[in-house]
């Protein structure tokens, strides 16, 4: 039995296919800051931003996904109703729990 080679007849260059000429195509670059061709959106401004506050429990049910997740528990399609009860508690019973699992990693 004959060991398989990959023979490469011609060396490739690698290309890089993200690589972008600066030719001027793009978003200008913040006032007072030279533009250096790194800038694929503006930097956000935050006297645009939405003054949409979320409710409580909104913000507890998001913290609640997020330290499941970085717990290695990522929470199942059917693990929603659970969270969302679990969301509805004062917010002790939630800081409580963030805490448990913060020590379960």
Known sequence: MTPTTVEHHAPHAF???YAV???????PAPAGQPHDGDYLLPPPNPAERLSHPL?????????LYAVLTA???????EDRDAIDQLSALPRSV???LQRWLHHFV
Do not use: H, S
Request: aromatic share 4%.
């Open 15 to 17: 290309v890089d296919p």
């Open 21 to 27: 000429d600066d030719i001027g195509i793009g978003w």
């Open 55 to 63: 409710d409580p429990r909104d913000l507890r049910r998001l913290d």
């Open 71 to 77: 717990a290695g528990i990522p929470p199942l399609p």
């Open 94 to 96: 939630n800081v409580a």
